[in-house]
């Protein structure tokens, strides 16, 4: 179900708070129907509170919810929850105790006149279909939360949304569940909205990814172009690992570093010798075992297919390489590397070009972005 452009839920200069305090401001948010969204950022920044103003259950201050072409809230107008045709998954299951799983998944759909048909369909689809008869306090965590979400999906919402919905489960379980869960959505085409803190479920589960700062969005944007084209300096240092060096713009698409000149498939709009910080993710720098440019190993960790090295260039810049872990260098060693960075990422630099020192990371959080010709 969306509106005539494809979008099922539409979030317009969306402002929101308690007590006159403003948690969320300004936040525009497109989520295409079908598509998983996920609303991503450090504690506190207003993810719990945007999904419950999208739920009704919070009212909002500025601007709109619009849900498959309905406006739902604006500053002076609230849906009940009840009536939003929107299902919720929370981070406890709340599940109802003393009813069995399948009255718990019929429970939306009580007076549907093929409800057991829908309630069986379900319990198969989450893979529950022999314990419909078993209570909640005789599943694990993971069994229910897959009830969960079957009676969320039981009245066919038209749109789901998900608050933190692995957190309470851990490892593997978490992991494999996050992916079940999309595979689900995606089967039965349902949109959805997600809140986590972890970024890498984020990239497992989302489509669309909205990254917050302070209430505020700093990006929505698929998880690939989030890790390698990231708008803010914040946001490349939320999402992935990577460090900053410092460089001087020689052409809008080549940075001189001390890792020689890095070309990039991007252009920046800033003065040609301009100091930059340039950020290198560690799949930008790989091994040369002929390269004249040498970093010595400060520390590794084994990752089990892959090994994550700490490397320091000779001016004491530090940087990250990821080997495949049969490729095994003893810390202290030499390595001889290249750069390998396509995704040339920059951000205008306060100071000197010549500064090769290591730039902590909150130094360049509170820059401002590149002006970019996208
Ligand atoms: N009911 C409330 N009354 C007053 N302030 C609140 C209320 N709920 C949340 N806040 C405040 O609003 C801000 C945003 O909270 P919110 O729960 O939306 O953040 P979050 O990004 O979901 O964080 P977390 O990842 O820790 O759950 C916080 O500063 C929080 O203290």
């Not at 440019?293 to 990821?322: D, H, M, N, W």
């Amino acid at each position: 179900m969306s509106d005539s452009n494809g979008i099922v839920l539409e979030l317009n200069q969306l402002s929101c708070g308690y007590q006159g305090h403003p948690v969320v401001s300004q936040l525009n948010i497109h989520l295409r129907a079908g598509d998983i969204g996920c609303l991503l950022g450090p504690s506190g920044c207003g993810k719990t509170t945007t999904l419950r103003a999208i739920a009704g259950f919070e009212p909002i201050t500025g601007g709109e919810i619009r849900l498959a072409g309905q406006r739902i809230s604006s500053a002076d107008k609230r849906l009940p929850p009840e009536q939003r045709q929107i299902g919720m998954v929370f981070q406890d299951y709340a599940l109802f105790p003393h009813l069995t799983v399948q009255d718990n998944v019929g429970f939306g759909i009580n007076r549907h006149p093929e409800r057991k048909r829908i309630v069986a369909e379900l319990l198969d689809l989450v893979k529950l279909g022999h314990l419909g008869k078993r209570y909640p306090h005789e599943l694990s965590g993971g069994q229910q939360q897959r009830v969960a979400l079957a009676r969320a999906l039981a009245p066919d919402p038209k749109l789901l949304l998900l608050d933190e919905p692995f957190s309470n489960l851990d490892g593997e379980l978490r992991r494999r569940l996050s992916a079940e869960v999309r595979e689900i959505l995606k089967a039965r085409k349902i949109s959805a909205m997600l809140v986590t803190h972890d970024q890498s479920e984020a990239f497992a589960v989302c489509d669309h990814v909205g990254v917050l700062k302070e209430g505020r969005l700093q990006q929505w944007d698929t998880p690939y172009n989030l890790y390698h084209e990231p708008a803010t300096p914040f946001v490349a240092s939320f999402i992935g690992q990577g460090y900053f060096i410092r460089g001087q713009l020689l052409t809008p698409d080549t940075v001189q570093t001390e890792l020689g000149v890095i070309r990039g498939n991007r252009a920046y709009q800033l003065p040609a010798g301009s100091a930059v910080d340039v950020l290198l993710r560690p799949d930008d720098i790989v091994a040369q075992d002929n390269s004249s440019l040498r970093a010595r190993i400060i520390g590794k960790t084994f990752l089990g297919a892959t090994t994550l090295y700490r490397l320091q260039l000779p001016t004491g810049s530090v940087l990250e390489t990821i080997l495949p872990s049969h490729d095994d260098h003893p810390v202290g060693e030499q390595l001889g590397i290249r750069t390998a960075a396509d995704h040339l990422v920059v951000f205008s630099a306060q100071g000197s070009v010549n500064v090769h020192a290591q730039l902590p990371l909150e130094q360049v959080l509170d820059t401002e972005p590149a002006a970019q010709d996208e």
